[in-house]
């Protein structure tokens, strides 16, 4: 039996006695899912997820209540242990559907590649009920996640799905889409992608990922499909998948897609699709792209603008340097000054002192005279595209008390080391250069400060920079290490050990935090199927619809930080133009967090489109205090990160929220 053959539903899955031993008898249950949080074998199932009991969910996997079956089974979505594979593969004989699908999901969640050609015998090409469902499409999905490039051609070259098998085509389009993401490509896979957009009728949430594949995944070609895609760009009327066609366009650096993407900027109105255009134009020769980002820097909208800018750093030229200094007046925001002020460093010949450092001074200025401590830090950014500026970090770092300044003060030495000038620069003093900085990276990590601690880790495990010759005693690494309060400072603790292990020559597995937050029943008993949190901000109200089912113990950690006035004051820490804006961070650097942790809560359901709140973390299990929301759909992120919510009222509040922006309060609604 082919792969093929088994993909286009030729031939039944084939069932067997061993598949079959632990599921009940479908005369004597019932068959209908009902879940209730009031319900204790509900709360017990939820618990042991919580505690990653795997021992203690298999006893759930046999009980005749389907819906233990499926809470048990979904449990393993978040868990995420190759050890429950085995069980979760009977399971996918299971007599209900939702349960099936569910093992599905969670074989797919696990991501084991030794199960691919058990996932695909699971495929029903034959069913009772239509075979166009969900099961089916969770199985394709899962083999998206661990199948080869042999399954990868297969699973494309399936031509019997027709347009009205929306499950089938979706689980087609997610697999190809996860394929990708693992930098599993093929001609057939992306051909079917782009067969998808062509297609007039082919569902909404097919196109989208569609896009969303051409727009992420790696070492595909675009130009024998280059001039089907612009004919479909021009035309595209919804945004989430115009976006991500010109990430798309971009990313493949053909010169047919450039006119398109300049017309489009021209008439696009959503600032989203700007955004990526603008980037997508970015990855162009400079000539070919200057004029049609030029406009954009004044735009009236601050992500479109910052972005602009930020291609003018990373992609400009020393003839126009006098033009990116006009954008140095008081008018002009922090978020397009001070990349345009680096954007003059970073194009002005190396050996061009006296402008150079006549600029700095300018800098420097501004950052003094900037109030926003994020401001500040971008003007920090700014000064390290000079590699000759490190003693002027160097004395910001050791001059400033805020965290948020001094960290970017690290960050900016980083970039520093990693400038292709920098040996250039300092010739043959590069050597005492590199040890001063050394110097300043180890007192962040003997100072204790979480933020700065991880940055310094991340620097000194860079391989470009071959610390291992220069770090031999790594002692006040490890009693740094050993004075990180866990779980709070569990991302730093593992950015710190895993660069510990670089420089000794070993690997390192992230540690994930014990259990030690349980779900408050009680809580979540006062939270209601349409409870709402209304956020009020500094630019106006968030009202946001809370998924207690899908994410009972995330909702509940969060209401109770509500009740708690936790996020009143806070601060919207971090902003991605068309990504997230997120916050709930008690440092406003991200690298803080409350003395606790709480688990992931991967439920089926994806980040699709805008407006979709999910839990920040540093990796699965991770989870405190912060959050985010996104401006679009980013569908890398499932399966990765809890969805708990989102949003009903306010996504124009969301869009202009800029970094530094606060939370008022936050209103708990029943």
């Given at each position: 039996m082919t792969k093929n053959i088994i993909f286009s539903m030729v031939l039944a899955a084939l069932v067997s006695i061993w598949f079959t031993s632990c599921i009940p008898d479908t005369k004597t249950m019932d068959t209908e899912i009902k879940i209730s949080m009031s319900d204790s074998d509900v709360q017990k199932i939820l618990d042991l997820q919580d505690k990653s009991d795997i021992k203690g969910l298999y006893v759930h996997l046999r009980s005749e209540n389907p819906s233990y079956r499926y809470l048990a089974t979904m449990a393993f979505a978040s868990i995420k242990s190759e050890e429950a594979q085995d069980s979760l593969i009977k399971m996918l004989q299971d007599p209900v559907m939702q349960v099936r699908a569910a093992a599905a999901y969670a074989l797919g969640q696990v991501g084991d590649t030794k199960i691919t050609d058990r996932l695909i015998a699971g495929f029903r090409g034959k069913d009772t009920l239509d075979i166009d469902n969900i099961y089916n499409a969770n199985i394709l999905e899962a083999v998206g996640k661990t199948g080869s490039l042999n399954d990868l051609k297969a699973l494309a070259s399936v031509k019997t799905y027709r347009m009205t098998d929306t499950f089938l085509l979706l689980g087609q389009a997610k697999a190809i889409y996860r394929m990708g993401l693992r930098n599993i490509v093929s001609e057939e896979g992306?051909?079917?992608?782009?067969?998808?957009?062509?297609?007039?009728?082919?569902?909404?949430?097919?196109?989208?990922?569609?896009?969303?594949?051409?727009?992420?995944?790696?070492?595909?070609?675009?130009?024998?499909?280059?001039?089907?895609?612009?004919?479909?760009?021009?035309?595209?009327?919804?945004?989430?998948?115009?976006?991500?066609?010109?990430?798309?366009?971009?990313?493949?650096?053909?010169?047919l897609f450039v006119d398109p993407l300049k017309v489009a900027l021209v008439k696009e109105s959503d600032y989203r699709v700007k955004c990526n255009i603008i980037r997508a134009l970015g990855n162009y020769p400079y000539f070919k792209m200057r004029d049609a980002i030029l406009p954009s820097l004044k735009d009236s909208n601050l992500h479109v603008s910052s972005t602009a800018a930020n291609v003018f750093v990373s992609n400009g030229f020393i003839e126009d340097v006098p033009l990116y200094a006009k954008y140095d007046t008081v008018t002009t925001p922090w978020q397009v000054r001070a990349p345009m002020n680096g954007a003059v460093l970073a194009h002005t010949a190396l050996y061009f002192t006296k402008t150079k450092v006549a600029f700095s001074e300018r800098i420097k200025r501004n950052l003094k005279s900037e109030p926003s401590l994020y401001g500040k830090a971008a003007y920090i950014n700014a000064l390290s595209k000079d590699p000759f500026n490190y003693m002027i970090i160097a004395q910001i770092y050791a001059q400033e008390k805020d965290q948020i300044v001094k960290i970017a003060a690290l960050e900016g030495l980083g970039s520093i080391l990693k400038n292709q000038l920098f040996y250039k620069a300092f010739g043959n003093g590069y050597g005492k250069v590199k040890a001063e900085i050394l110097g300043i990276l180890a007192n962040g990590i003997a100072s204790g400060d979480s933020g700065q601690i991880a940055v310094a880790s991340i620097i000194l495990k860079e391989p470009a920079m071959a610390w291992k010759e220069w770090l031999k005693d790594l002692a006040f690494m490890k009693d740094a290490l050993t004075k990180l309060k866990l779980p709070m400072e569990i991302e730093t603790y593992n950015e710190l050990a895993s660069c510990i292990a670089y420089l000794e020559g070993t690997t390192y597995k992230s540690k994930t935090p014990d259990h030690n937050h349980p779900i408050d029943w009680t809580l979540v008993g006062t939270i209601g199927d349409s409870s709402v949190a209304a956020i009020k901000t500094s630019k106006g109200l968030i009202r946001v619809k809370l998924f207690k089912n899908a994410a009972p113990a995330t909702v509940s950690n969060f209401v109770d930080l509500i009740n708690k006035k936790y996020y009143s004051g806070k601060v919207f820490h971090r902003v991605v133009p068309n990504f997230v804006i997120q916050t709930g961070c008690p440092r406003a650097d991200g690298y803080g967090s409350d003395p606790y942790s709480i688990r992931s809560e991967l439920s089926q359901m994806y980040y699709d489109g805008a407006g979709y709140i999910g839990m920040a973390s540093a990796g699965n299990h991770t989870e405190s205090t912060q959050w985010f929301i996104t401006h679009s759909a980013t569908p890398h992120l499932d399966g990765n990160y809890t969805i708990f919510g989102k949003v009903i009222e306010g996504m124009d509040v969301v869009h202009k929220i800029q970094q530094g922006d606060k939370i008022n309060d936050i209103i708990f609604v029943k």
């Open positions: 992306t051909s079917k992608m782009v067969d998808f957009l062509n297609n007039t009728t082919t569902p909404y949430e097919v196109k989208l990922l569609a896009a969303q594949y051409l727009a992420r995944a790696k070492d595909i070609r675009l130009n024998l499909s280059a001039i089907r895609l612009t004919d479909i760009f021009a035309k595209e009327k919804n945004p989430e998948i115009k976006m991500a066609l010109a990430t798309s366009f971009g990313k493949n650096k053909d010169s």
